[in-house]
């Protein structure tokens, strides 16, 4: 079996208020045109296809597009939704979806859903992970203790009973202690939403989704996140985005490669002085349709600048300055606080009221009643 891992579409994303669908259409149909190319069986997509639970109509149709032709070359897809997706509106049609070899999880009912590609070798199983958190898991979990995410996550893997002496694949959006991430992704109090990456060691491959960077996990090539398909922070503009290529021949053989993925436009940024930069020979032979994030170095401030600027760098999603003013109040400013997240301020403040610290136990009863509180917002 060959297929393709992409994940975290976040089809309708805005970034700085500019809209990515014409990127993002871009990129898929050259994910489109690798899948042709390498003769793949199968597309596995591994949650966030949409950046909001209502997505956009145009986000809708660009998904539509892309299963459409897929299937109309034969390609299989196995979908998972994650944490940003509505998982009844991607489970709607899904029955018939599946007769078109577009296969979606559909809603976590006690059980995960397992489908059987087969090929020269024999059959491979491939199991489809929605999103999960503690409190979905519970409600069917009446015989486990289920305080945490990896609790959750070893409780449904370990209720599946899956025959790992036969090639098994994973589609899964969670977070894996470890993974590096970047500013486009949403960060969860206290790390709590964390999971071990033993969970999917017995496993051929893991597809990874939720986080943005494309990585391998513990040292692991088949735990691995692919990453987006397209940078959506200025904290990406060094990541080269790649779409992993899989091959799965008998047991224990597993073929891995990566095709980069070049964007319609690519983020990055300059810096420098207004005169400077709109010089001929500073933009001259270059992308000035990319999208940019520009800083300027004068010390005094440049006149409606940004509206100027766009006048030769088309996408300016951001602009900085640099200078002797702005240096001092960052320096006041970082004098004075101090990053913490809500669980070290609440520690700050148990020390301060108690003269003492948190026990295990309250530390433990304090990460539940966030969850708790994170549940709420769903």
Same mark, same amino acid.
């Given at each position: 079996?060959?297929?393709?891992?992409?994940?975290?579409?976040?089809? /309708? $994303? #805005?970034? &700085?208020?500019?809209?990515?669908?014409? %990127?993002? *259409?871009?990129? +898929?149909?050259?994910?489109?045109? !690798?899948?042709?190319?390498?003769?793949?069986?199968?597309?596995?997509?591994?949650?966030?296809?949409?950046?909001?639970?209502?997505?956009?109509?145009?986000?809708?149709?660009?998904?539509?597009?892309?299963?459409?032709?897929?299937?109309?070359? /034969? $390609? #299989?897809? &196995?979908?998972?939704?994650?944490?940003? %997706?509505? *998982?009844?509106? +991607?489970?709607?049609?899904?029955? !018939?979806?599946?007769?078109?070899?577009?296969?979606?999880?559909?809603?976590?009912?006690?059980?995960?859903?397992?489908?059987?590609?087969?090929?020269?070798?024999?059959?491979?199983?491939?199991?489809?992970?929605?999103?999960?958190?503690?409190?979905?898991? #519970?409600?069917?979990?009446?015989?486990?203790?289920?305080?945490?995410?990896d609790d959750a996550i070893k409780y449904v893997l370990e209720k599946e009973d899956i025959d790992f002496s036969k090639r098994n694949i994973i589609l899964a959006h969670q977070n894996v202690t470890g993974a590096k991430k970047c500013d486009s992704e949403e960060v969860v109090i206290g790390g709590i939403d964390n999971i071990s990456s033993a969970?999917?060691?017995?496993?051929?491959?893991?597809?990874?989704?939720?986080?943005?960077?494309?990585?391998?996990?513990?040292?692991?090539?088949?735990?691995?996140?692919?990453?987006?398909?397209?940078?959506?922070?200025?904290?990406?503009?060094?990541?080269?985005?790649?779409?992993?290529?899989?091959?799965?021949?008998?047991?224990?053989?597993?073929?891995?490669?990566?095709?980069?993925?070049?964007?319609?436009?690519?983020?990055?940024?300059?810096?420098?002085?207004?005169?400077?930069?709109?010089?001929?020979?500073?933009?001259?032979?270059?992308?000035?349709?990319?999208?940019?994030?520009?800083?300027?170095?004068?010390?005094?401030?440049?006149?409606?600048?940004?509206?100027?600027?766009?006048?030769?760098?088309?996408?300016?999603?951001?602009?900085?300055?640099?200078?002797?003013?702005?240096?001092?109040?960052?320096?006041?400013?970082?004098?004075?606080?101090?990053?913490?997240?809500?669980?070290?301020?609440?520690?700050?403040?148990?020390?301060?009221?108690?003269?003492?610290?948190?026990?295990?136990?309250?530390?433990?009863?304090?990460?539940?009643?966030?969850?708790?509180?994170?549940?709420?917002?769903?």
């Open positions: 079996m060959k297929f393709l891992h992409i994940s975290d579409l976040h089809l /309708g $994303i #805005k970034v &700085y208020e500019y809209d990515m669908i014409e %990127d993002q *259409k871009y990129i +898929l149909d050259k994910i489109h045109k !690798i899948a042709i190319r390498e003769k793949a069986d199968a597309i596995l997509i591994s949650g966030d296809i949409y950046d909001k639970l209502v997505p956009p109509v145009d986000a809708v149709v660009l998904f539509d597009d892309f299963l459409t032709k897929i299937s109309t070359d /034969g $390609i #299989k897809a &196995y979908i998972i939704s994650g944490n940003h %997706d509505s *998982k009844e509106r +991607l489970s709607f049609g899904k029955n !018939i979806f599946e007769k078109n070899g577009i296969i979606f999880s559909g809603i976590y009912d006690g059980s995960l859903e397992k489908h059987v590609f087969k090929d020269e070798y024999g059959d491979v199983n491939i199991y489809l992970m929605p999103f999960l958190k503690p409190s979905y898991v #519970k409600h069917f979990a009446s015989d486990a203790c289920i305080e945490s995410y969970l999917f060691e017995k496993f051929d491959y893991a597809a990874l989704g939720h986080i943005h960077t494309p990585q391998r996990i513990d040292g692991k090539e088949y735990i691995r996140y692919c990453g987006t398909p397209l940078k959506y922070s200025f904290s990406e503009i060094s990541k080269e985005k790649t779409v992993p290529i899989v091959e799965i021949l008998e047991k224990g053989n597993v073929k891995l490669s990566f095709e980069k993925l070049e964007p319609l436009r690519d983020m990055r940024e300059i810096r420098g002085k207004y005169a400077d930069l709109t010089l001929k020979s500073s933009y001259e032979n270059t992308a000035i349709d990319d999208y940019i994030h520009v800083t300027l170095t004068d010390e005094n401030d440049i006149l409606d600048a940004i509206n100027k600027l766009k006048t030769i760098y088309q996408n300016i999603m951001k602009l900085d300055y640099d200078n002797a003013k702005t240096r001092s109040v960052y320096k006041e400013e970082k004098t004075k606080v101090v990053e913490k997240t809500p669980f070290e301020i609440f520690e700050d403040f148990y020390m301060a009221q108690n003269g003492q610290k948190m026990t295990d136990d309250e530390k433990s009863y304090l990460e539940n009643v966030m969850e708790e509180i994170f549940n709420a917002s769903d």
